[in-house]
Nanobody, 115 residues
């Protein structure tokens, strides 16, 4: 079955950096687009970044120039490198894959940006 497992979250000071990872299994990873979303307390889940199966990338305006999405098809893993973090980036970050028409989500990893 499809599984997505995020890791790498934590507490970081404003201006700091974190790298999130999402390990995928149960499907042919290289054939599918992968996305990161986030959900802050009291807010709806929002799109953060996309990497296509061809390696093309797209970002939400709020993270453009600060976040970088990448994928390693040999490791079935998608990454989110986050720099210049601000308190507004505090959220639970989720990995997403749309496989054979169905949306799959990881359990999420908490990112807290605070001094």
């Amino acid at each position: 079955q499809v599984q997505l497992v995020e890791s790498g979250g934590g507490l970081v000071q404003p201006g700091g950096s974190l790298r999130l990872s999402c390990a995928a299994s149960g499907f042919t990873f290289r054939d599918y687009h992968m996305r990161w979303y986030r959900q802050a307390p009291g807010k709806e889940r929002e799109f953060v970044a996309l990497v296509t199966s061809a390696g093309n990338k797209n970002y939400a305006d709020s993270v453009k120039g600060r976040f970088t999405i990448s994928r390693d098809n040999a490791k079935n893993t998608v990454y989110l490198e986050m720099n210049s973090l601000t308190p507004e980036d505090t959220a639970v970050y989720y990995c997403n894959g749309r496989v054979r028409g169905a949306d799959y989500w990881g359990q999420g990893t908490q990112v807290t940006v605070s001094s």
